[in-house]
């Protein structure tokens, strides 16, 4: 897991902190329950937006800002690569929720060891880069790419001439780290039909032209299991797929419309952060960020971190945890993430809604902070609990 791989890496050194930069609040903090750590955020669309560690009392640890190329930081994370301490991002441009970067792996000196582009002139998106999941950076970068395409939407009122509108297919793409090479590569157009989708073309995403292409699908997270296959998260579909790592055929859905499992005493909506926590063979142990909301539709409930198992034998899926909001008011319509810590305590990260969490296994909220204020364009896609990784002098 990605706490063990990074205790066992760990190096030495030391950093001072330089420059404004966001503040970290510090709201609940049972010290005696808390675990150790720092906290990994990407801050965006604040003063000094970028990446940095925070320590549990909302001191700056690292100020990344500034020291990598200028563009937006998404997914900061302590990592190890070939067996030394790094720290894995992506980091680019954002247009109209959408992204155009460069999945970085840099060095303690902050110095990029990796650096990889757009492939076959795909340009990739911040949702995905990096296969971190162990703490270890694998060999293949599993990347989401969306790329609007022409397609005949005639049946959703696209008042075209020709009646092609436009419409975003979303890839995953594994790419080798080594050669560049694609390994895998999956189209959600050619397995996932556009009615399954429930968000309609609309404003940003009308379908009109290339620009607001339909977002139909937005695949926001995806994880690889031991058997090869995929699990992908589609928030506009509320579902999470397998998918066959051998022909990419679609293997189940849990949630959405066409749903393959009984859901038991829970619903799920807009999710994202889909991780894998253990793989039993027929059973799956999943830990996701259930949003409830996608900022297109009205909220379906309220935000909240889950794990749930999934029996691909007896098609049910059941609750184990959730872990919810600190307070009342929460609509999350972006982002999200859930990281389970030692000893079952679970750290949240609530994406448009700037705050972190901390909870004990059975949900108990024992630590909460924030970085700006709710209803506020502050946001951290995702965040991350972790030994601080100090900088080389």
């Known amino acids: 897991m990605l706490w063990s791989g990074i205790v066992a890496a760990l190096g030495f050194g030391f950093l001072g902190a330089s420059q ?10 049972d010290a005696s329950r808390v675990i150790p750590g720092s906290i990994y955020l990407a801050p965006n669309k604040v003063p000094g937006a970028g ?17 990598i190329p200028p563009g937006s930081a998404y997914n900061f ?11 894995c991002l992506w980091d680019g441009t954002v247009t109209n929720g959408y992204g155009n970067g460069t999945a970085l792996v840099l060095n303690q000196y902050f110095l990029a060891d990796v650096a990889l582009a757009g492939v076959d002139y795909h340009a990739f998106d911040i949702r995905q880069s990096l296969d971190t999941t162990t703490g270890q950076v694998s060999d293949t970068a599993l990347l989401t790419v969306y790329t609007p395409v022409r397609r005949d939407l005639s049946a959703y009122g696209i008042p075209n001439q020709d009646n092609q509108g436009w419409v975003i297919d979303c890839r995953l793409r594994a790419v080798d780290l080594a050669s ?28 009109m032209t290339q620009q607001f292409a339909w977002d139909y699908f937005h695949l926001n997270s995806i994880a690889r299991l031991g058997s090869g296959d995929y699990i992908v998260s589609s928030r506009h579909t509320s579902t999470i797929y ?7 055929s679609i293997m189940w859905r849990l949630g959405g419309k066409a749903s393959d499992f009984k859901l038991q005493g829970f619903t799920f909506s807009s999710q994202h952060d889909v991780r894998v926590i253990h793989d039993n063979g027929a059973s799956l142990t999943l830990s996701l960020f259930d949003n409830a909301y996608n900022t297109f539709t009205p909220p379906q409930g309220d935000p909240s971190g889950k794990i749930i198992q999934v029996n691909s034998t007896s098609k049910k899926a059941r609750l184990l945890n959730q872990y919810n909001a600190p307070q009342s008011g929460f609509q999350c319509g972006d982002g999200g993430s859930v990281l389970l810590l030692p000893k079952g305590n679970v750290f949240i990260g609530w994406g448009s809604c700037p705050y972190v969490t901390e909870h004990t296994p059975d949900g108990q909220l024992i630590y909460s902070a924030h970085f700006g204020t709710l209803g506020s364009s502050a946001s951290s896609y995702r965040a991350f609990k972790a030994p601080f990784i100090p900088l080389h002098p």
């Open 20 to 29: 404004s930069t966001p503040s970290l609040s510090v709201v609940t903090n």
């Open 51 to 67: 990446p940095y560690v925070f320590n549990l009392t909302g001191e700056i640890l690292l100020n990344g800002a500034g020291k």
């Open 77 to 87: 994370q302590p990592c190890v690569y070939k067996e030394g301490m790094h720290f």
């Open 180 to 207: 560049g090479k694609v390994v895998f590569d999956w189209s959600s157009l050619d397995h996932v039909p556009l009615s399954e989708s429930q968000v309609l073309p609309t404003g940003a995403i009308n379908g």
């Open 242 to 248: 397998r998918v066959s790592g051998k022909d990419g």
